[in-house]
């Protein structure tokens, strides 16, 4: 695990956003993006220059696998073409055209189609169609560093940083190192996985890396690049006034802990004399009868 100098994630997280801002093709497609959990907008950006009733128009979203999601037939909904893991997850908005998708999960993702038809005198006509590629993100939690084992000038540093229930999966993690004197960077080897229900990934790295010469303080921190932005961990802190207080913390506890059971012993002590002296006064007052 080599240190670097001050890279972050701005250079690792250009291209995504590159990608992400990209001009629409055309205006038949477009890319829409949603939170776990949370609502999708998919629009349907037909313009209705003839004025044509809802009365008149069949339409309905449909997606890459060409499940219905939702149905505005002659201007009723039409629940029955509906697959079954859309029901009860859509609204339609008359006003702007955009039906609504909630309760998005990872397993959303995908393109997902508008198609409008105007039903006439001679039939079903085509009028227009369009397409919305829809991602979903979900924000991972907020780093949190563990040490693996006591942190001592002899066995250095060894740290673990994880956080939880993000998509997509993260670029990069690594710690940063800083002592009164230096500021150093190492990257971080991460072990992901993700859960198979939810299809949200959950990240660790580790760190392992000898004591710094400066041992008067180290504050450390862990950063997560993501696609939407940079996770930062609370600090963790260590050196030898975190020795120092460890020490003296464990001293005072056994202090506690050895008064405690003097304490205890003395009262023992006391509370079995005075049963004896009882028990002695009990005997001379039957030998006095």
């Known amino acids: 695990m080599s240190p670097r100098n001050g890279v972050g994630c701005s250079s690792l997280l250009l291209l995504p956003f590159l990608i992400s801002t990209s001009s629409f093709p ?25 004025n044509i009733s809802l009365g ?25 073409n509906v697959a079954a893991k859309y029901l009860g997850r859509t609204s339609f908005d008359q006003d702007n055209w955009t039906m609504q ?35 979903v993100f979900a924000n991972f939690s907020e780093p949190e560093i563990r040490p693996l084992s006591n942190i001592t000038g002899d066995s250095g540093i060894n740290l ?12 990069r993690i690594y710690f940063v190192l800083e002592t009164q004197n230096s500021t150093v960077e190492h990257d971080g080897v991460m072990v992901i996985s993700q859960d198979n229900e939810t299809e949200l990934y ?8 000898p004591f710094p010469d400066d041992m008067s303080n180290v504050t450390i921190t862990c950063f997560v ?6 996770l930062k961990s609370p600090p963790f ?10 020490t ?40 006095g009868d």
């Open 26 to 50: 055309d205006a038949a497609s477009l890319k829409s993006q949603a939170s776990f959990n949370e609502t999708a907008d998919l629009p349907c950006q037909f313009i209705n220059s003839q």
């Open 56 to 80: 008149e128009l069949i339409i309905f979203w449909q997606d890459q696998q060409k499940l219905v999601l939702y149905e505005l037939y002659l201007g009723n909904e039409k629940p029955d």
């Open 101 to 135: 998708l909630h309760n998005v999960q990872i397993k959303d993702k995908g393109s997902y189609q508008c198609i409008v038809h105007h039903k006439g005198p001679q039939g079903i006509v085509h009028l227009y169609q369009m397409t919305s590629e829809l991602s």
């Open 160 to 171: 673990t940083c994880s956080s939880s229930q993000g998509h997509p999966p993260p670029l």
């Open 202 to 209: 959950n990240v660790s790295a580790s760190l392992s890396v």
């Open 225 to 230: 690049c993501t696609a939407s932005g940079t």
């Open 237 to 246: 802190n260590t050196g030898k006034a975190a020795f120092l207080d460890q």
């Open 248 to 287: 003296y913390l464990a001293a005072f506890g056994l202090l506690i802990i050895s008064s405690i059971i003097f304490v205890v012993v003395l009262c023992l002590k006391k509370q079995k004399r005075r049963r004896r002296q009882q028990h002695q006064q009990t005997a001379g007052s039957s030998e």
